[in-house]
């Protein structure tokens, strides 16, 4: 059993371990982190061993400020001294390419490494305090949804993990946005709360999207530049299914008031139909929705499904901040099938949809009229 130290008062405690060797799980704003010494190659194995994470994808090395990146890279470009300057403290993981001091291990054998200044006062003071940088990848068992708070973190890793520094729910609830600056433009490698267009506002260019992302995954001829998303992520034990319109995807989710209150009904009583099938062979069934459209799954019927409404679809933020506890919940309770309506792509919609496309393992329906 690990210790779990609130705030400010375990930070001491949490840097002895990290230079000692040992791994201390860490708040950020967007999920929690396992933290080991990120120059030490066998605390980074201990990371891996820890999640159950295969040792081929990449760790996140977490700095307390600009200065600390120096030593760990062998180049750096303006577009990241940039980027730095007006994201960091945030949730925005740099990649570029690794100075020798930084192990093969942290890297996943791979030539670049990733770098990110989280913003959470606890945990840029246990940074600055350790006087290391900190390899942390997501504080939960490999494939399964990220922790957002520190009893999700002692659920997965109780036993495996030397302390936990908990400072509450997370803001965000989704991983750092992840932009590759090693290449001839730079690119998104994972959606987060920082979206493509405001990192090209900053740089004054076109950033692209690596073609994973859209893809889901590994797809023929697509190989994701991040190794990470080529796993099975975010899952629930639960065989999840997406449900939108053919007029939504087709306009993009732009559409008219009337049309958007049709969509809504279509696909609430399409997530009814398959909800009942679903209950009458005898299994547990949940359902994702939105505030705008929880009256459409109250009518009538003696249904037992769980129904957890995610946030406010008009600020993806409030349902990225949710998603991970409703899929830990939905585990907890045993739930075998979950349907979840689709959301636009856009700004941080992009993010959530990334993550809810991965848990459902990119099943989506079309509810039909
Ligand atoms: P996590 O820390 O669990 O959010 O996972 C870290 C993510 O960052 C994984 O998807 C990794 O594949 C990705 N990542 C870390 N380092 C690199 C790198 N050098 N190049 C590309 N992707 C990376
Ligand atoms: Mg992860």
């Given at each position: 059993?690990?210790?779990?130290?609130?705030?400010?008062?375990?930070?001491?405690?949490?840097?002895?371990?990290?230079k000692k060797g040992g791994l201390v799980a860490f708040?950020?704003?967007?999920?929690?982190?396992?933290?080991?010494?990120?120059?030490?190659?066998?605390?980074?194995?201990?990371?891996?061993?820890?999640?159950?994470?295969?040792?081929?994808?990449?760790?996140?090395?977490?700095?307390?400020?600009?200065?600390?990146?120096?030593?760990?890279?062998?180049?750096?470009?303006?577009?990241?001294?940039?980027l730095m300057e007006n994201f960091w403290p945030g949730?925005?993981?740099?990649?570029?390419?690794?100075?020798?001091?930084?192990?093969?291990?942290?890297?996943?054998?791979?030539?670049?490494?990733?770098?990110?200044?989280?913003?959470?006062?606890?945990?840029?003071?246990?940074?600055?305090?350790?006087?290391?940088?900190?390899?942390?990848?997501?504080?939960?068992?490999?494939?399964?949804?990220?922790?957002?708070?520190?009893?999700?973190?002692?659920?997965?890793?109780?036993?495996?993990?030397?302390?936990?520094?908990?400072?509450?729910?997370?803001?965000?609830?989704?991983?750092?946005?992840?932009?590759?600056?090693?290449?001839?433009?730079?690119?998104?490698?994972?959606?987060?709360?920082?979206?493509?267009?405001?990192?090209?506002?900053?740089?004054?260019?076109?950033?692209?999207?690596?073609?994973?992302?859209?893809?889901?995954?590994?797809?023929?001829?697509?190989?994701?530049?991040?190794?990470?998303?080529?796993?099975?992520?975010?899952?629930?034990?639960?065989?999840?299914?997406?449900?939108?319109?053919?007029?939504?995807?087709?306009?993009?989710?732009?559409?008219?008031?009337?049309?958007?209150?049709?969509?809504?009904?279509?696909?609430?009583?399409?997530?009814?139909?398959?909800?009942?099938?679903?209950?009458?062979?005898?299994?547990?069934?949940?359902?994702?929705?939105?505030?705008?459209?929880?009256?459409?799954?109250?009518?009538?019927?003696?249904?037992?499904?769980?129904?957890?409404?995610?946030?406010?679809?008009?600020?993806?933020?409030?349902?990225?901040?949710?998603?991970?506890?409703?899929?830990?919940?939905?585990?907890?309770?045993?739930?075998?099938?979950?349907?979840?309506?689709?959301?636009?792509?856009?700004?941080?919609?992009?993010?959530?949809?990334?993550?809810?496309?991965?848990?459902?393992?990119?099943?989506?329906?079309?509810?039909?009229?």
């Amino acid at each position: 059993m690990e210790t779990i130290v609130k705030g400010m008062e375990g930070v001491a405690q949490a840097a002895e371990i990290i230079k000692k060797g040992g791994l201390v799980a860490f708040p950020t704003e967007t999920v929690y982190g396992l933290g080991g010494n990120a120059l030490d190659p066998e605390a980074s194995r201990k990371i891996y061993a820890a999640k159950g994470r295969p040792s081929d994808n990449p760790l996140i090395v977490h700095v307390s400020c600009i200065d600390e990146v120096k030593p760990l890279v062998s180049a750096f470009p303006e577009d990241a001294k940039l980027l730095m300057e007006n994201f960091w403290p945030g949730p925005l993981t740099i990649i570029m390419p690794k100075a020798d001091i930084v192990p093969y291990e942290t890297t996943g054998g791979l030539e670049t490494v990733a770098i990110r200044c989280p913003e959470n006062k606890v945990t840029l003071e246990f940074i600055r305090e350790a006087g290391l940088p900190i390899a942390g990848p997501s504080a939960n068992t490999s494939g399964k949804p990220s922790p957002t708070e520190a009893e999700h973190v002692r659920h997965d890793l109780d036993g495996k993990i030397d302390m936990i520094l908990d400072d509450g729910p997370v803001g965000i609830g989704v991983e750092s946005t992840i932009v590759d600056l090693t290449g001839e433009v730079p690119t998104l490698l994972r959606p987060g709360a920082i979206t493509v267009e405001d990192l090209s506002e900053v740089l004054g260019k076109k950033v692209e999207i690596d073609p994973a992302i859209i893809a889901g995954g590994v797809r023929e001829g697509i190989h994701p530049k991040a190794p990470g998303m080529k796993y099975r992520h975010y899952a629930p034990n639960a065989k999840m299914t997406l449900v939108t319109t053919a007029l939504l995807k087709e306009k993009d989710y732009v559409v008219t008031e009337d049309e958007r209150t049709a969509a809504d009904r279509q696909v609430a009583s399409c997530i009814d139909k398959l909800v009942r099938e679903d209950e009458a062979a005898g299994l547990r069934v949940g359902i994702i929705c939105c505030s705008e459209t929880r009256d459409l799954y109250n009518s009538g019927a003696e249904r037992k499904a769980d129904i957890k409404v995610i946030g406010h679809r008009s600020e993806p933020l409030s349902m990225t901040h949710e998603l991970f506890r409703v899929l830990r919940e939905f585990d907890e309770d045993k739930i075998e099938r979950i349907y979840a309506e689709s959301y636009s792509d856009r700004g941080v919609g992009f993010a959530l949809m990334n993550r809810m496309r991965k848990a459902a393992g990119m099943t989506e329906i079309l509810a039909e009229d």
